[in-house]
Each structure stands twice: as C-alpha cells, then as structure tokens.
C-alpha cells in the first residue's frame, strides 16, 4: 500500500504544487503590468509640477525695492522635461524595488506552500487508502477458526465503504459454504461409517462359530441390504457433486412429460405406501440436463411419498410460467426447521436407519440441481393438515 500511497501523494502533491505555481506567476505577472502606472501615479501626486517657479508667488508678496546694479548670476530653472524624466526615474526604481520584494516573498511562501502541499497530500492518500488496509488486514487474518471476523467499515457512503460492505457479505457467503461443507464432511464420514460398522458386525457376530445355512441367508441378505444403502448414498453424493459443478450440456426438456413420467414410475411405491399422487401439469419445457431434471422431479414426488401418513396425497403442478410446485400431506413441520431441511443429511426426525429410509440427500440434490439450472429452490410447512410445500421456479 505505501507505494500506492506514494503515488497518490506524488499526484496530489504534484497538482497542488502546480496550481500553486500558476497562481503565483499570474499573480507576478498582474502586478508587474500595472505596478509602473501605480508608482508614477502616486509619485506624480506626491510631487506635482507647477509651471511658475515658487519664488516669482515669493517676489509678488514683498516690497518694492530699489534696484542695484550688479554682476548677473546665470540660474538653471526646472523645466517640464526634467520634471518628467526625473517622475520616470523614482517610478522604475521604485517598481523594481517592489518587484524584487515581491518576488522574494513570493518564493518563501511558494516554498512552504509546497512543503504544506506534499504534507497535506500524504495524509490525504493516506485516509483515502485506510479503507483498503483494513480491508487488506482482514484478509490476511482471515482462517478457517475466524471466518466469523468483519470489517465493519465505519465510515461515510461512497465507493470503498460498498467495497468494504460487500467484501463483508463474501464473507458471510464464505462462512455459510465452509459450514455447509464441513458438516457435509462430518455428516458423510459418518453415514459411510454406520454401514461399514453394520457390515463388520453382521460378519463378525452372524457368521461366528459354524453358522447353519439358515443364519448365513439372513447375514446374506442384511449385508447385500447395507451394501445397497450404501451403493444408494455413495450416487446421492456422487450426483450432489456433479450438480454443485453446473451443467455440461443443455436441451429442451418437456417439465409436465417429465412430472407424469415420474408420477407413473413411483405408482407402485405410492400404492405400497397408500398414497395417491395426482399430477396437474401445464405445458413447460425448459433448457437443461434431462437426466438431472428427472432426478429433481423424482426426489420431490419421492420424498412427498415416503414422509406421508397413511391415506395421504401428493400434487405436482407444473404451471406454464416456469413453477413447479410438489406439496403433500404429512405430519407438521416446524417452520424454523423448513430452511435446513435442503442442507445435506437434515431430516425431520432423527435418522433410524430403518430399510428404505434414505440418506437425508433427497432436497439437498434438489436444490443443487436447482441451481445449476439458475432456477430457486423454496419450501414452506402447510398450514393446515401437516406436509411440506416445495416449488421450483426456473427463470423465464
């Protein structure tokens, strides 16, 4: 930053040290025009010409008196032309003399002026680029352990006080992606461990001994379940990835085609689940990736089914201005708890591990997909009856 600072001051310093040097040779030059017609005025004033020597008003006033002969004596009388000559004369002396000293002091002053100039101009560069030490300092303090520290620039609007506000919301955006990531971390590892531990345990315990056939089709079957839960959550993360990495491709893809093809492909899991799904869709298409689009609309009509009650429903709109909409019956949902339920692994209820329970990555991956297709992800509870309220709303 001192080099910037340096340069600043070398600009403002450097501006004001040549606005003061012009207004000192304009105000140099101002003078000097009219400074010989000032002094010859004021001398001409002081010292006026009169055609009649003083002495003839003297001679009028006395006595006559008799006149004696004598030797003449020969007098030189001022004339206009030496009166003239000697007015130019005290004139340029004068004006020189004034010039000299103006001159003098002009240099004096022009010289501290340009001292207070420079001065001025550093501290000026150096309140003018504070914003941006600060920023810097909080950049180079910043960790993983005080992702929480803000600038909170105190100062007026203008210019760096919105770059030191938005660098504090890049801030909060960066808070919010490491927490989520280090969750997802922690959440992850421990998912892929509670398979893995059940595996180690059905092998160790279940085939202990000399296990009849009869408890090697039961550790067979709880293992090849595990593995399946496991081979499930492993493409939950997998596609979760490659949905936060954007899109590779993009085609019209038919959203109301799509909502009944997967209506029918779950009508069998609903039924097993006792609930029906209705689909009430408009003709939508929309540019982006088939399969993850699929996979969008198949994690909301899945979810819908599985976190029911008995006897429930589940309706898709697809509405023609670019919306989405799944909602269906259920227990309540907490309204505090509705934001989190699309951050990975965040269920209602505590995780049971029961058989078809799911991973916690069914809205996470929605909003995922969501994103790389530049449309929002939003849910709200239902307000009467329980059950959940997800739309989509893809830009038009």
């Known amino acids: 930053m001192s080099s910037e600072r340096a340069r600043l001051t070398a600009l403002y310093g450097g501006l004001l040290v040549l606005a003061g040097a012009l207004l000192t040779g304009l105000v140099y030059l101002l003078v000097e ?11 001409t004033t002081a010292v006026p010409g009169d055609p009649r020597p003083p002495w003839k008003d003297t001679a009028a006033s006395l006595p006559a008196l008799q006149v004696v002969p004598a030797t003449p004596v020969r007098r030189t009388l001022p004339s206009a032309d030496t009166e003239g000559l000697a007015i130019a004369k005290v004139s340029d002396l004068a004006g020189e003399a004034a010039l000299n000293r103006l001159l003098t002091v002009s240099v004096i002053v022009f010289a501290a002026y340009a001292v207070l100039s420079i001065a001025l101009a550093w501290w000026m560069a150096g309140r003018v680029l504070r914003p941006v030490a600060v920023i810097t300092g909080t950049a180079r303090r910043l960790s993983g352990a005080n992702l929480h520290e803000r600038i909170g620039l105190d100062a007026p609007p203008g210019e760096l006080k919105h770059l030191a ?3 504090d919301e890049m801030l909060d955006r960066i808070e919010r992606l490491v927490g989520a990531q280090q969750r997802f971390a922690a959440n992850a590892a421990h998912e892929l461990r509670t398979p893995l531990a059940v595996q180690r345990a059905a092998a160790e315990i279940g085939l202990a001994g000399e296990p009849d056939a009869e408890r090697v089709a039961m550790i067979r079957k709880k293992l090849i379940s595990v593995a399946d839960d496991s081979e499930q959550l492993i493409e939950g993360l997998l596609l979760l990835a490659a949905s936060e990495q954007g899109l590779e491709r993009r085609e019209p893809v038919a959203l109301d085609v799509l909502a009944h093809a997967v209506a029918d492909g779950l009508g069998a899991e609903a039924a097993a689940w006792n609930v029906a799904v209705t689909v009430r869709a408009e003709p939508l298409t929309v540019e982006g990736d088939g399969v993850l689009l699929d996979r969008l609309v198949h994690n909301l009509v899945a979810n819908g089914v599985r976190y029911n ?5 589940v309706t898709v709109r697809v509405e023609g201005d670019g919306t989405l909409e799944v909602t269906n019956t259920g227990p309540e949902v907490p309204p505090e708890t509705v934001p989190h339920l699309f951050e990975p692994f965040r269920r209602l209820t505590e995780r049971t591990h029961a058989r078809g329970e799911g991973a916690g990555l069914g809205l996470s991956i929605v909003a995922a997909i969501a994103r790389a297709h530049g449309a929002e992800a939003t849910a709200e509870a239902n307000r009467e009856g329980g059950g959940l309220t997800v739309r989509i709303r893809f830009a038009p």
């Open 165 to 167: 506000d938005t660098f």
């Open 33 to 43: 025009q009219g400074l010989y017609s000032s002094i010859s005025t004021a001398v």
């Open 309 to 313: 009650v008995p006897d429930g429903s």
